[in-house]
C-alpha cells in the first residue's frame, strides 16, 4: 500500500540546537500533517498543511516550530531552538482528501523519535 | 478541545476468540471514525472507518457507532496472532484533525 517515509528515524540533540524532520509523503497526496506522541501518551495532533500553508494547527505547535514544503520535495518540521520537552516521536502523515470520506484517510510514517539533551 | 478514552487498556484473548475494544469522545458534534492499528516500529495504519450510527462489518472487524452515546466499539471475530498491536480510535470532529485515544494493547495467544 501507499507508504509515507520518515528520516532519521532516531535524532539525538542538545537543548537549544535546531532539528528538521523530514518526510517523504505519498506521491498523489496534497494534504500533510505532523503528529507527536510522548513516551505512553496520546499521539497529539500538531499541525496541517496544504497548499504551500499551514491550514490548522493546535497549542503544542509552538512558536519554535515551523513546516514547509519547498518544491515538492520533503515536507518537513523544523524545531528551533529545541527544548526538553520536545523530545517525543513525531508521526508524519499525508491524505489525498479531506472530510469523511475514505480519500480522507489518513497514511503515517513510522514516526522519528526525537530525543532532547 | 475533543477527549477521546479508550477501554481496555490491555486485552489477552485466545486464539479464534472475539475481541471488543471500546472508545468514547466528548464533542457531540463529531462526525467521523476510524480505527487505527500500530504494530510496534511502524506507525499506525487505518483498519476502517465509520461514519454512520449502527454496525459496519469488513471481514472479520466490525465497527459500531452510537453517536448520542458518545460511543464507538470495535469487534475482531476470530482473533489471528497477526492481530496483536496497539489500536488506536481516532475522531475527526471537522475535516482534517484526527483525535487519538491513549490505545488498547490487544494480544492474541496461541
Known amino acids: 500500500g501507499p507508504k509515507v517515509l520518515q528520516i532519521p528515524s532516531h535524532q539525538i540533540i542538545d537543548m537549544g540546537q535546531m532539528v528538521t524532520l523530514n518526510c517523504d509523503p505519498v506521491?498523489?497526496?496534497?494534504?500533510f500533517y505532523w503528529y507527536k506522541q510522548i513516551l505512553g501518551q496520546q499521539m497529539e495532533f500538531l499541525v496541517n498543511?496544504?497548499?504551500?500553508?499551514?491550514?490548522?494547527k493546535s497549542k503544542l505547535f509552538k512558536d519554535q516550530f515551523s513546516v514547509e514544503r519547498p518544491d515538492g520535495s520533503y515536507f518537513t518540521l523544523k524545531i528551533q531552538p529545541t527544548a526538553l520537552e520536545d523530545s517525543a516521536v513525531y508521526f508524519c502523515?499525508?491524505?489525498?482528501?479531506?472530510?469523511?470520506?475514505?480519500?480522507?484517510?489518513?497514511?503515517f510514517g513510522p514516526g522519528t523519535r526525537l530525543t532532547v539533551l | 478541545q475533543q477527549k477521546v478514552q479508550q477501554s481496555p487498556e490491555s486485552l489477552i484473548v485466545p486464539e479464534g476468540g472475539m475481541a471488543s475494544l471500546n472508545c468514547t469522545f466528548s464533542?457531540?458534534?463529531?462526525?467521523y471514525f476510524w480505527w487505527y492499528r500500530q504494530h510496534s516500529g511502524e506507525g499506525p495504519k487505518a483498519l476502517m472507518?465509520?461514519?454512520?450510527?449502527g454496525d459496519k462489518k469488513e471481514g472479520r472487524f466490525t465497527a459500531h457507532l452510537n453517536k448520542a452515546s458518545l460511543y464507538v466499539s470495535l469487534h475482531i471475530k476470530d482473533s489471528q496472532p497477526s492481530d496483536s498491536a496497539l489500536y488506536f480510535c481516532?475522531?475527526?470532529?471537522?475535516?482534517?484533525?484526527?483525535?487519538f485515544g491513549s490505545g488498547t494493547k490487544l494480544t492474541v495467544e496461541p
Open positions: 464533542d457531540r458534534n463529531s462526525q
Open positions: 498543511f496544504y497548499n504551500g500553508k499551514v491550514m490548522e
Open positions: 502523515a499525508s491524505s489525498s482528501g479531506l472530510g469523511g470520506r475514505d480519500y480522507a484517510e489518513q497514511f
Open positions: 506521491s498523489n497526496h496534497l494534504y
Open positions: 481516532a475522531v475527526m470532529p471537522n475535516y482534517n484533525v484526527l483525535y
Open positions: 472507518s465509520i461514519f454512520s450510527n
